[in-house]
């Protein structure tokens, strides 16, 4: 059977995954994200994989699809620098700011990112915003608490939807919280965080990323803090 082509916008995804390769530095262990456009950037770390030392991934999916690739994973505990981390977004701002979290993978995403020096962001150029919040952000919470913070979401003028049926990698639920108007975010980010329950929230502000790779299908956009 014959290979469907590519969208357009899936097109710009592999088109900025690839993009982030010649960031990778030769005999380093490379950070990796989750999301359909980090599945491009790890097919593409395939073919340079005897170059690497390996990778710490965010979630238990990119780590099956890594080890499926012959690409070794180490655990984070081990490894004491990251020199680069490559991950998508759901948005992103002109800041380099971020909400991630779409796939649920937010947690390990935000632990990976604290650890490395460099954060690319590869996205295509649809995920760019002027300003955070069309995309509900994801939260990860502690499952007892779920009704409590969705009311304490409330009060911060969130409409806290349950991602029923999904559970993530560390066992906790999603609330997808609309209609947020986040005009400061990194002040924003550290109320949710300071909500009891709350595991960690979508808001990628006080460590956004370094560079952002952003692609409409034929040209690259580089954006740098
Ligand atoms: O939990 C998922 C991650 O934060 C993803 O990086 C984000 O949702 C973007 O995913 P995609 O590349 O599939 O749009």
């Given amino acids: ?23 990778i530095e030769k005999g380093s262990i490379v950070g990796v994200g989750t999301g359909s456009t980090v599945n491009y950037f790890i097919d593409a770390l395939a073919a ?8 710490v991934s965010s979630s238990d999916e990119s780590t099956r699809r890594l080890k499926a690739l012959g690409i070794p994973v180490y655990d984070l505990n081990g490894v004491p620098e990251i020199s680069v981390y490559v991950d998508g977004a759901d948005e992103i701002n002109r800041h380099l700011q971020m909400i991630k979290g779409g796939g649920g993978a937010l947690t390990r995403e935000k632990i990976v990112a604290a650890v490395a020096k460099r954060f ?6 649809s995920k760019f915003t002027k300003q955070l919040g069309d995309f509900p952000l994801p939260i990860e919470v502690i499952p007892m608490a779920r009704s409590y913070v969705a009311r304490e979401l409330v009060k911060l003028g969130g409409d806290p939807v349950y991602r029923e049926g999904f559970v993530t990698d560390n066992g906790n639920i999603i609330l997808d919280v609309h209609h947020l108007d986040i005009l400061k975010p990194i002040a ?17 502000a006080a460590r956004p990323a370094d560079i952002a790779l952003l692609s409409d299908g034929s040209s690259i956009e580089t954006l740098k803090r």
Avoid at 1 to 12: C, V
Avoid at 188 to 204: A, K, M, Q, R, S
């Fill in 120 to 125: 690319i962001c590869i996205a295509d150029k």
């Fill in 48 to 55: 340079i994989k005897f170059d690497l030392e390996g990778a």
């Fill in 188 to 204: 924003f980010e550290e109320i949710l965080n300071n909500i009891t329950g709350v595991v960690t929230n979508g808001l990628f």
């Fill in 1 to 23: 059977m014959s290979k469907q082509p590519l969208s357009p916008q899936e097109t710009a995804k592999k088109h900025a995954a690839e993009a982030a390769i010649p960031f």
